[in-house]
């Protein structure tokens, strides 16, 4: 079936610094793909998506470009703050059963210091 | 517009008792999703209701169920309560039913189970 994999947290960052998530898919066809972020109490918002192969969504200055030939979703920030603490969830929908289904990976937490 | 609601925030329960939580989806909005979150599996999907029809179903035993009312709030009941179903419960509505359109999260009701 369908599945999101991301890489393993905690990850720590100094303010100011380049962030990058990465995320990599597995799915049958052309599912959308999407980065929800979780603050701490907090359900997920979402952040950015893409719903073709070679889109880039951004947000808030995140970006995160769909690449079908490497199955990647990987999300990137130019200059983290203190404020972007928290979980990060990559995601992508069943294209399958075409309902809004969504599938997540297991998450990242970021950790930025001042 | 206001957001997604759920009612109530925080429960305690007993094992072996049931429990109703509630969702009012962004207004407009006709399809309802519910996902369970725990540390040790993440977010897994419940269901998806759709115009008071459930178009989608997760892998949970049929002690979880849900339905969704004429203007668009739903609701999931969970019976016989078991230790291992404390979580939080998170509902997102989308304005359509498919692999495309984005989903907004509520701030989850947060069950525990003794």
């Known amino acids: 079936g369908d599945s999101v994999t991301q890489m393993e947290g905690p990850v720590t960052l100094s303010e100011e610094a380049f962030l990058t998530i990465n995320c990599t898919y597995t799915?049958?066809?052309?599912?959308?793909l999407f980065w929800y972020v979780q603050y701490p109490g907090e359900g997920l918002q979402l952040l950015l998506k893409?719903?073709?192969?070679?889109d880039k969504g951004s947000n808030k200055g995140f970006e995160a470009t769909y690449r079908k030939e490497t199955t990647s979703f990987h999300l990137e920030k130019g200059s983290v703050q203190v404020s972007d603490s928290a979980v990060y969830f990559c995601?992508?929908?069943?294209?399958?059963?075409?309902?809004?289904?969504?599938?997540f990976g297991q998450g990242t937490t970021l950790q930025v210091k001042p | 517009k206001a957001g997604v609601t759920q009612t109530p925030r925080y429960l305690i329960k007993t094992r072996g008792q049931q429990v109703t939580l509630s969702c009012s989806p962004i207004?407009?909005?006709?399809?309802v999703s519910w996902y369970q979150q725990t540390p040790g599996q993440g977010l897994q999907f419940l269901f998806e209701?759709?115009?008071?029809?459930?178009?989608n179903k997760g892998n949970f035993p049929g002690r979880f169920s849900g339905r969704q009312f004429s203007n668009s709030r739903s609701e999931m009941n969970v019976s016989t309560l078991e230790l291992g179903d404390s979580a939080l419960y998170l509902c997102?509505?989308?304005?359509?039913?498919?692999?495309?359109?984005?989903?907004?999260f509520g701030p989850g009701t947060r069950l525990t189970v003794t």
């Open positions: 997102a509505s989308s304005s359509g039913s498919g692999h495309s359109y984005e989903q907004y």
């Open positions: 799915a049958t066809g052309y599912p959308s």
């Open positions: 893409a719903t073709k192969a070679d």
């Open positions: 995601a992508l929908s069943d294209q399958a059963s075409n309902t809004g289904k969504l599938i």
């Open positions: 207004s407009g909005h006709r399809s």
């Open positions: 209701y759709f115009s008071e029809t459930q178009r």
